[in-house]
T-cell receptor, first 112, second 115 residues
Framework: GAGVSQSPSNKVTEKGKDVELRCDPI?????LYWYRQSLGQGLEFLIY????????KSGLPSDRFSAERTGGSVSTLTIQRTQQEDSAVYLCASSFTGVEQFFGPGTRLTVL | AQSVTQPDIHITVSEGASLELRCNYSYGATPYLFWYVQSPGQGLQLLLKYFSGDTLVQGIKGFEAEFKRSQSSFNLRKPSVHWSDAAEYFC?????????????FGQGTRLTINP
């Protein structure tokens, strides 16, 4: 496909479980971003990758959150020991220029 | 720190009427500014962007925005709205981090269109 894809589209999990969210960026885009959209906090930056490196992890809310990117392509955001406040839509974006970002449809995470 | 304010949480306009969505930003240098639209259950779609040059920028779907440095504003306008424009609109400022842009978003404005 031509756009950014994310999987799963929806994830329901129990408090305390670990979850993995996947992002497939647009082919050739070297920059990849994760954002979180929640009712209380709006849209907030989580982490940014340039290639496989993450120069800016400043937005990760706690050490339960981690992310990696392999082969300069697919990225996985992992949340360990999920809490109810982690419930949100997690959005991934990619960019070729480093300026204009193209967003995926998001993964809606619900923690029961 | 960079910030974006969208003063209107919810706006309702009639179909065919004109629209203006307000956005004010706080940034120490010349900003990169963006407007995104999000339809229910969808990701964010870029409407338009401002980097430099002409302060009136044209975007997709008939939208335009004007950068006013003196007012720290980047308001979005459309002369005549269509029912399909009902969505949530986000203004964002780009914060440069090692050659890439971290976006700082406003809280969004939800647009409802009356038939």
């Amino acid at each position: 496909g031509a756009g950014v894809s994310q999987s799963p589209s929806n994830k329901v999990t129990e408090k305390g479980k670990d979850v993995e969210l996947r992002c497939d960026p647009i082919s050739g885009h070297t920059a990849l971003y994760w954002y979180r959209q929640s009712l209380g906090q709006g849209l907030e930056f989580l982490i940014y990758f340039q290639g496989n490196s993450a120069p800016d992890k400043s937005g990760l809310p706690s050490d339960r959150f981690s992310a990696e990117r392999t082969g300069g392509s697919v990225s996985t955001l992992t949340i360990q020991r999920t809490q109810q406040e982690d419930s949100a839509v997690y959005l991934c974006a990619s960019s070729f220029t480093g300026v204009e970002q193209f967003f995926g449809p998001g993964t809606r995470l619900t923690v029961l | 720190a960079q910030s974006v304010t969208q003063p209107d949480i919810h706006i309702t306009v009639s179909e065919g009427a004109s629209l203006e969505l307000r956005c004010n930003y706080s940034y120490g240098a010349t900003p990169y500014l963006f407007w995104y639209v999000q339809s229910p259950g969808q990701g964010l779609q870029l409407l338009l962007k401002y980097f430099s040059g002409d302060t009136l920028v044209q975007g997709i779907k008939g939208f335009e925005a004007e950068f006013k440095r003196s007012q720290s504003s980047f308001n979005l306008r459309k002369p005549s709205v269509h029912w399909s424009d009902a969505a949530e609109y986000f203004c964002a400022v780009g914060s440069l981090i090692q050659g890439a842009q971290k976006l700082v978003f406003g809280q969004g404005t939800r647009l409802t269109i009356n038939p």
